[in-house]
């Protein structure tokens, strides 16, 4: 199984901040990475696919790089919404597998 | 715009059974992959099992041989039978929309979840 290894598990950081998360898989996944938002008692929110496009209406704000085995969420000046956690997932193969999550909380 | 909309979950005692629904609306549902994914509460995204358009289906190791995916492309509805459960399955089950027929996908939609209790 390919292992994702999600840093850091938390971060506390002020509005207009940039934040960077990072993610590591234990292989390479090519760009089969996406990112996801989560907030209390809701379900995930799909932001990034294939490593570094934005999904439809997500803001331009965030923003994903890497290949290979290592890979970065960015968030370029954090606003309020963004207050949440974010996983990352590989889809290169089955079983499909996520990070341990980032917890973005505020400074 | 996908809807999707779970049902099913409740308390069961460990070695019983549970069966999830999951209604599919605002897609061809016989196109696209399904999946379940669960997350324990206060943990992280568990990947659980798909079902993809032509019926057939993969699993996580720590369900395999007691949980099966099924579908039904008639009633736009996805399934988890839930058998043998024990404690470690307690979790919120997702329904997540795959972006296309296979396996290897991200999840594009998704449910609101459905929580699964297993206590005695």
């Known amino acids: 199984d390919i292992q994702m290894t999600q840093s850091p598990s938390s971060l506390s950081a002020s509005v207009g901040d940039r934040v960077t998360i990072t993610c590591r898989a234990s292989?390479?996944?090519?760009?089969?990475l996406a990112w996801y938002q989560q907030k209390p008692g809701k379900a995930p929110k799909l932001l990034v696919y294939i490593t570094s496009r934005l999904e439809s209406g997500v803001p331009a704000r965030f923003s994903g790089s890497g290949s290979g085995t290592d890979f970065t969420l960015t968030i370029s000046s954090l606003q309020p919404e963004d207050f949440a956690t974010y996983f990352c997932?590989?889809?290169?193969?089955?079983?499909?597998?996520f990070g341990g999550g980032t917890k973005v909380e505020i400074k | 715009q996908v809807q999707l909309v779970e049902s099913g979950g409740g308390v069961a005692q460990p070695g019983r059974s549970l069966r999830l629904s999951c209604a599919a609306s605002g897609i061809t549902f016989s196109s696209y992959g399904m999946h379940w994914v669960r997350q324990a509460p206060g943990k992280g995204l568990e990947w659980v099992a798909v079902i993809l358009y032509d019926g057939s289906n993969k699993y996580a190791d720590s369900v395999k041989g007691r949980f099966t995916i099924s579908r039904d492309n008639s009633k736009n509805t996805l399934y988890l039978q839930m058998n043998s459960l024990r404690g470690e399955d307690t979790a919120v089950y997702y329904c997540?929309?795959?972006?296309?027929?296979?396996?290897?996908?991200?999840?594009?939609?998704w449910g609101h979840g459905t929580l699964v209790t297993v206590s005695s």
């Open positions: 292989q390479g996944i090519r760009s089969s």
């Open positions: 997540a929309k795959g972006t296309y027929g296979g396996s290897d996908s991200r999840f594009d939609g």
């Open positions: 997932q590989q889809y290169y193969t089955t079983p499909l597998t």
